[in-house]
């Protein structure tokens, strides 16, 4: 747990650097001109076709039954908006993810290797490939796993934990491989996953139970104006997109640090017959 806690430590005092705040606006800009197009061609029909099958399967009965059941019959008017949001907000997030493992996560390996780990050896064990195959095969899981598991938010306390470990899962299998694909070796990170996994999942879990925040807003904020959607949405995806940078450090100096100590353990086994 220390040393997850001293990353964290680190984490924070980069997070709120000049040079990190100014590496979310490139992931901003491009997931705003991203989902600016698509939630303007889309959003309306999107909003018809889920109203149409809500229509055709009943499921306003059942929806507006749950809510009575959990005492949220006011929702029932703002049922697909919601149904909406919840389908649109994994892929926000999954978007602004992949920007962030893409295009800020070498800069921020670059940074925390400059600022604490100046003479850690680079030895290149990752590429821009695998960091979009590791990526992607996540995102592709996560996604399955979220649709299966929409029905929990029936269960609001039971949505927020699967939430978390699923984040959890995801951010420590993407920025681990991003943290180490400079500096390790294809063995080393390998090691490094396996020996660290419980410490990488807690990472990722607690990371996923903050990135949770900006999508409990923007649906809270939405359900007393609809009107505000878009704005909440551009909020939301910034708000990600801060976590994910503070994410992306916190594995950073964590990882680098485990890198390290498994290097100084195999200098001294080679010292010490």
């Given at each position: ?17 000049g ?13 705003l001109?991203l989902?600016?197009g698509?939630?303007y ?26 809510l ?35 295009g ?15 003479a ?5 064990g990752g ?8 990526n992607?095969?996540?995102?592709v899981?996560?996604?399955l ?46 090691t490094?996953?396996?020996?660290q ?12 139970l ?17 009107v505000?959607?878009p ?37 001294l ?5």
């Amino acid at each position: 747990m220390r040393p997850v806690a001293i990353a964290y430590g680190r984490a924070l005092r980069s997070q709120f650097s000049g040079r990190m705040l100014l590496l979310s606006i490139v992931p901003l800009l491009l997931s705003l001109a991203l989902w600016g197009g698509l939630l303007y061609a889309g959003m309306q029909p999107l909003l018809d076709w889920l109203h149409a099958l809500f229509a055709d399967y009943g499921l306003f009965e059942t929806s507006n039954g749950i809510l009575a059941t959990l005492g949220l019959g006011f929702l029932k008017t703002l049922v697909i908006p919601l149904v909406a949001m919840l389908v649109l907000l994994p892929l926000m997030i999954i978007t602004s993810l992949l920007f962030i493992g893409v295009g800020a996560m070498p800069a921020i390996a670059r940074h925390v290797s400059r600022v604490q780990f100046p003479a850690l050896e680079r030895r290149e064990g990752g590429s821009f490939l695998g960091s979009l195959g590791v990526n992607l095969s996540g995102i592709v899981v996560f996604a399955l796993l979220w649709l299966v598991t929409l029905p929990l938010y029936a269960l609001a306390p039971v949505a927020l934990i699967v939430q978390a470990v699923l984040w959890g899962w995801l951010t420590a299998r993407v920025m681990s491989y991003d943290a180490l694909a400079i500096h390790a070796s294809l063995e080393e990170r390998r090691t490094i996953v396996h020996a660290q996994r419980r410490s990488l999942l807690l990472i990722g879990t607690v990371s996923g139970l903050l990135g949770a925040l900006p999508g409990v807003a923007w649906v809270g904020g939405a359900l007393f104006s609809v009107v505000l959607f878009p704005v909440l949405a551009v909020l939301s995806i910034w708000l990600y997109l801060i976590i994910f940078i503070f994410t992306g450090l916190w594995f950073q100096y964590f990882c680098l640090q485990a890198l390290a100590d498994l290097r100084a353990g195999q200098v001294l086994k080679d010292i010490v017959p």
